[in-house]
């Protein structure tokens, strides 16, 4: 789980085509890396099937930097990690 921060900087940068020093924790999708609606989607599927994990679409209002999307996926991982306890 150490690496989940790194892998997912480096999942978004691939997806929106953008060095991944650009992705920093608090840099704006939308605003400041340029990310459209179908790029957000993207990046919730690549991240639900990197992790296999399933983040509902009303999530998606939440994923708007990199500090953000971290959080959401640790807590869907968590709660993955839970139910097999």
């Not at 691939?14 to 999708?29: H, L, M, N, S, Y």
């Not at 992790?51 to 009303?58: D, Q, T």
């Amino acid at each position: 789980m150490q690496n989940i921060e790194e892998e997912i900087k480096n999942l978004i940068a691939e997806i929106i085509e953008k060095d991944p020093g650009q992705v920093t924790p608090e840099a704006k999708f939308f605003e400041d890396l340029g990310v459209d609606s179908m790029m957000a989607l993207e990046i919730l599927a690549a991240i639900e099937k990197k992790y296999k994990i399933s983040i509902p679409e009303e999530k998606l209002a939440q994923l708007t930097t990199l500090a953000q999307t971290i959080a959401v996926a640790k807590e869907y991982l968590a709660q993955k990690e839970g139910s097999h306890a």
